[in-house]
């Protein structure tokens, strides 16, 4: 009789995360892709640190794509927002929408001081943008 193999991936979300970030910071790209994949099938920010990664490596459409994915999967995920209009602002398009994404990021963590003052950052440098 054949036996019935159930693999279970032991580690969470969070440590898929954690050594992603830790293979990234080594260079070790492929390695950290596969663990941002895995942290991605039950977390959303398993797509940020995906777009995170691919922005680093100036890859912009593939960061759009993973910002995009992080948002659809974690309509609450403000970082995604943020970083997705950060990526406009850096192309130099799309800045009416970028603005609009970094508002929403501000909305979703007006309780959090730190994050919000990081996106207003955000917001005052495609604005200057826009003013050009």
Do not use: C
Request: hydrophobic share 35%; proline share 2%; charged share 35%.
């Amino acid at each position: 009789m054949p036996q019935v193999v159930v693999l279970h991936d032991p580690l969470t979300a969070e440590e898929h995360l954690q050594l992603g970030l830790s293979y990234e910071k080594k260079g070790l790209i492929d390695e950290a892709i596969k663990h941002y994949q895995d942290a991605s099938k039950s977390d959303a920010r398993g797509f940020l640190f995906l777009g995170n990664l691919y922005l680093n490596q100036t890859k912009y459409d593939e960061a759009e794509e993973y910002y995009k994915k992080a948002m659809k999967k974690d309509s609450k995920l403000a970082d995604a927002y943020n970083n997705l209009a950060w990526l406009y602002y850096l192309k130099g398009e799309k800045l009416e929408e970028a603005e609009e994404l970094v508002k929403k990021a501000i909305e979703i963590e007006k309780n959090k001081p730190d994050k919000v003052k990081i996106y207003l950052d955000t917001l005052e440098k495609i604005k200057n943008q826009k003013s050009k």
